[in-house]
Structures are given as structure tokens and as C-alpha cells.
């Protein structure tokens, strides 16, 4: 089948309105949430039902062409970009299909959003956990593709562990079942791998979530130091007391006044070198009692203030400035580049100072904000990926930093997912022999190697294209 015969064909599927072609309706789809990345696909197709959607992935396999799945394009690792095949867009799946508030679940399709799932289920006294920054726009389809976490993980866990069960459609066509909704069945854990998989496993279709009582009573403190090492030192000591916060996370100096000086200004100490923002839930006395312990470890710990939000608009303008972060650097750069290493909680100060000397070293702009409870750090460098010069120290400070995490027994990334962007970096934490396990479990859900081609593992070791003949050779055929 050449390309026209398959758009000929994914159409009679979806209706011509959902099948693109032209170079410039593909060009919205050319980039992720990291913006110095483009690749463009040759087709994008859209399906609308499960019906469709399994029909698009049978005529993609008869066509034995590659594809990617996407979702929101909210990625931050440029893991939903498609270089001249097929982009398969999962964003019109969008139903809540059930909710079963007596066993605590519901059942969704891949595009639904985050924030959409939560505003749903809350009338009903129940959440969704997971709580990426993105939550506005980004679908749990993408949030299981890159098991992805976000501020209030640091006590209720990451996606992996909230998804009880998933419908998949492997890139053969065929369906499987992995995990079950009642809970734990015996038998290999493949629920498991796929979620991580970061769109190279198959299409998550049917998703059941887990879903948890809303807590009881909520308080959110913002603490505001003049030393960056102060605030990452407190951060060692709450989570050392004992005290689990729903959430704390660090925001340094650089971030607070970028934050503070766009839409999203949260009131934040203009002056303050690094702000804590630490959110404890539960019933009302432990609250009160763990409120107590934080402020305390906050003062002694050097903290010039702590703030308690009376009610809740001030709560959610704290978080307003924390989860518009990112966007706010909009303002300073057209490009921008966010690591995602995870590091030993106890190193925080130290490599916190190993960044601001590679910052100086490398003469780029460094803002902070990040997981602290969790150590997962995101340090952004804004910048213009246009000028090459800049681009070249940029990346040398990324790499430097990266290193500098994994030196101290971190990891490339916690949550984002390897995608394209920290592909370079998976030697530096994978031998050889468990790249190739890797590559052996893909191969697992994906023989044929065409869904989210070269993505993930470096192909060098897991020799993923060469292999893969008949994935290279439909890729050419497509671009023809
Ligand atoms: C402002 C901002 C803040 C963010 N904050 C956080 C945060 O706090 N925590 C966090 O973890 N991430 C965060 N992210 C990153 C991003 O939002 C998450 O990775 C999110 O899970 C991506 O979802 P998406 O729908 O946009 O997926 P996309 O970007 O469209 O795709 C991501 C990956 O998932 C695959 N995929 C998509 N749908 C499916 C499917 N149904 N089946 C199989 N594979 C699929 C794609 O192929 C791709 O590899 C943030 C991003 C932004 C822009």
C-alpha cells in the first residue's frame, strides 16, 4: 500500500476531516512541550471511537507502517514526535466511560484529560491522584505512556500506581489485557511494563484508574529562605522527621522572580532566594500536629517566614505559581530545555551547588522547580535554539548537569519519560546487556518494531532500526 492508498483508506475510518496530510496542518504536530525539537510526520490520522481506533492501527499493520501515539503533546521529552511516519492522535477519545464510586475506580478513554477526570470524580468525595503540572491539557494516555508523577506523588505514588487495569491495542492489531480491575491477578506483571513505555509497546485504549477519598482537611504552608542550601537542607528534614507532605516542592530564586513577574504570580517573596511549598492532608489532628513539626524544622532550618493559606483562594494562587512555572518562562526565551534527574534526597544541597557552578561555567540561565520531596529535580535553561552558539553551551551545561546527577547515584529522568531528548544519556545509567533486555521486552509487545520508532533506547546497542527492516523500509516508502 503506497501512502495515498493508506490515507484512502484510514478515511473511509475516521472521515476525511480527521486524516491530515498537508505540510501545513502537520506542522501543529511537528513539536512537544519541548519546543527545540521538530519533526514532522507524514500523515497524522485521528480516530474518534474504539471501534476506529482499532480499525486505524489493523490498516497501519496490513500497511506494516510505523507510527506514534500522541495525546496532549504536553511531553517534555519530545517522546510523541513523529519523523516521517505516521502520528496517531489520540486526543478525541475523551469519554469517561464509567465511574464505580462503591469500588473506588473508573474506567476511561486514552484522551481524557487529567484535570477533567478529577473535576468529575470530586463531587463524589473522590480523586485521581496523579497530578502532572500539565494536568489542564494533559490526557492519561500520555500520563501512562511515561508513568508520569507530579507534585502531590510524594505520598500518594505515581501513575503505576494508580492504574488498575488497561485495554491495549499492540501495534499487530490485536487486543490485549493487561492487569485487572478487581485488583492483582497472578502471572507476569505486564500491566506493569507497559506503563513507562512511552508509546513504543502499543495504545493504552481502556484505562481503569484507581481513585482515593478526597483527604479530610488540607493546609499549605509556603516557607521563603535566603539561601538556596537552607531551603534544600529543610527539605531533608521534614521528609527525616517523619512527617509524609502531600506534596513539597522548591522553587529557587531565579524561578520565584520569573514566576512573580508574569500572569501567574503567586505572591512569593520577590527577595527570596529558594520558597518551599509543602501541603500536608489528612484528618484534621494529624494535620494540625505534622503543620507544627514543618514550621518548626522550617524556622530552625533558617526559614525567614512561613506562611499558612487562610482559605482556599490562597492556597491555589501558592499553587497557581508552582504549577504555571513553566509556562511563565515563555516569557524569556523562545526555546527551552528541562532535565528531569532524580537524585538521593540527601545530596540535594550538594548538587544544587554543582548546578549553580556549572550555571557560571557555562554562562546560561538556570531556573529551579522542582519535586524536592520526591528528589526529582527540573532545572530549565530557557534559551534560543536558533542561535548555535548557545545552543552548543546549553547542551554542554545539560549534559554536565546530568552527569553531575548520576555521579551521586541519580537518574535520568523520574518522570518526563527518555523519549528523544535523554536518549544520549541511557548509557550512562544501562549497560549494554540490560539495554538489550529492554529491546528483548519491546520486542515482546512489538516484534515488527513500529510503534514509536527510535525512540528510548540508543539504537547503537539494541541495533532497534537495523533489525528492523521492514520498519525501515516502510518508513522510505512513506516519505516517497
Ligand atoms: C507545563 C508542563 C508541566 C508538566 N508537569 C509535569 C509533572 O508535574 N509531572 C509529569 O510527570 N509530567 C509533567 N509534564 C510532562 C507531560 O505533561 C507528561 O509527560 C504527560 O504525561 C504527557 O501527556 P500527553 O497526553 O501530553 O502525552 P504526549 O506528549 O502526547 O505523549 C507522551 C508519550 O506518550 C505516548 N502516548 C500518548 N498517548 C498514548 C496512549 N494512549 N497509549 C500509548 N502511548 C501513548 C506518546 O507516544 C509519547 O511517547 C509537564 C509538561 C508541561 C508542558
Redesign the pocket.
Known amino acids: 500500500m503506497n501512502l495515498d492508498e493508506v490515507s484512502a483508506r484510514l478515511t473511509e475510518v475516521v472521515g476525511e476531516r480527521h486524516v491530515l496530510t498537508r505540510v501545513s496542518e502537520l506542522l501543529v504536530y511537528s513539536s512537544?512541550?519541548l519546543p527545540g525539537y521538530r519533526k514532522q510526520p507524514t500523515l497524522a490520522v485521528f480516530p474518534g471511537t474504539r471501534d476506529e481506533t482499532i480499525a486505524v492501527v489493523r490498516i497501519l499493520a496490513e500497511a506494516k507502517l510505523p507510527f506514534?501515539?500522541?495525546?496532549?503533546?504536553?511531553?517534555?521529552?519530545g517522546?510523541?514526535l513523529a519523523d516521517g511516519v505516521v502520528l496517531l492522535g489520540?486526543?478525541r477519545?475523551k469519554n469517561i466511560i464509567s465511574i464505580d464510586v462503591e469500588n473506588r475506580r473508573a474506567k476511561v478513554e486514552?484522551?481524557v484529560?487529567?484535570l477533567k477526570l478529577n473535576r468529575t470524580v470530586a463531587p463524589k468525595g473522590l480523586m485521581y491522584a496523579?497530578?502532572?503540572?500539565?494536568?489542564a491539557?494533559?490526557?492519561?494516555?500520555?500520563?501512562?505512556?511515561?508513568?508520569?508523577?507530579?507534585?502531590h506523588?510524594l505520598k500518594n505514588g505515581?501513575?503505576l500506581n494508580h492504574i488498575l487495569a488497561l485495554t491495549?491495542i499492540l501495534p499487530s492489531g490485536e487486543i490485549v489485557e493487561l492487569g485487572a480491575e478487581e485488583g492483582e491477578r497472578d502471572g507476569y506483571d505486564l500491566r506493569g511494563a507497559f506503563i513507562g513505555?512511552?508509546?513504543?509497546?502499543?495504545?493504552?485504549?481502556d484505562?481503569t484508574v484507581r481513585l482515593i477519598p478526597r483527604p479530610q482537611v488540607i493546609r499549605t504552608m509556603l516557607c521563603d529562605f535566603t539561601t538556596v542550601d537552607a531551603a534544600a537542607r529543610v527539605t531533608s528534614a521534614i521528609v527525616a522527621s517523619g512527617v509524609i507532605p502531600a506534596a513539597l516542592e522548591f522553587l529557587d530564586g531565579p524561578m520565584i522572580r520569573v514566576v512573580e513577574s508574569s500572569i501567574y504570580a503567586a505572591g512569593y517573596p520577590k527577595d527570596a532566594e529558594a520558597v518551599l511549598l509543602v501541603e500536608l492532608d489528612g484528618l484534621q489532628e494529624g494535620v494540625d500536629a505534622d503543620l507544627e513539626t514543618v514550621r518548626r524544622l522550617a524556622l530552625d532550618g533558617g526559614a525567614r517566614n512561613v506562611k499558612v493559606a487562610r482559605d482556599e483562594v490562597e492556597r491555589l494562587r501558592l499553587w497557581q505559581g508552582r504549577?504555571?512555572?513553566?509556562?511563565a518562562m515563555g516569557r524569556l526565551s523562545p526555546h527551552l530545555v528541562?532535565q528531569d534527574a532524580v537524585i538521593p534526597r540527601s545530596r540535594l544541597a550538594e548538587i544544587l551547588g554543582r548546578i549553580e557552578g556549572i550555571r557560571q561555567k557555562y554562562g546560561v540561565i538556570v531556573c529551579n522547580v522542582f519535586?524536592a520531596g520526591d528528589g526529582n529535580l527540573h532545572p530549565n535553561i530557557p534559551y534560543n535554539a536558533d542561535d548555535p552558539e548557545e545552543s552548543e553551551r546549553v547542551h554542554l551545561a545539560m549534559k554536565e548537569i546530568m552527569q553531575a546527577c548520576v555521579s551521586v547515584g541519580g537518574s535520568i529522568t523520574?518522570?518526563?519519560?527518555v523519549?528523544l531528548d535523554k536518549m544520549g544519556y541511557m548509557d550512562l545509567i544501562f549497560d549494554p546487556v540490560s539495554l538489550a533486555a529492554m529491546c528483548d521486552l519491546r520486542d515482546a509487545f512489538d516484534p515488527e518494531r513500529r510503534?514509536?520508532p527510535a525512540?528510548v533506547i540508543p539504537t547503537h546497542r539494541c541495533r532497534e532500526w537495523m533489525a528492523a527492516p521492514s520498519a525501515r523500509a516502510s518508513a522510505k516508502a512513506v516519505q516517497a
Open positions: 512537544d512541550g506514534v501515539p500522541r495525546g496532549a503533546g504536553t511531553g517534555l521529552s517522546g510523541a489520540l486526543h477519545l486514552p484522551g484529560v487529567n496523579p497530578d502532572p503540572s500539565s494536568e491539557a494533559c490526557t492519561i494516555g500520555g500520563n501512562i505512556a511515561e508513568n508520569a508523577g507530579g507534585p506523588c505515581v501513575t491495549v513505555s512511552e508509546g513504543c509497546f502499543g495504545i493504552a485504549l484505562i504549577k504555571k512555572a513553566f509556562g528541562v519535586h523520574g518522570e518526563h519519560g523519549g510503534a514509536n525512540k
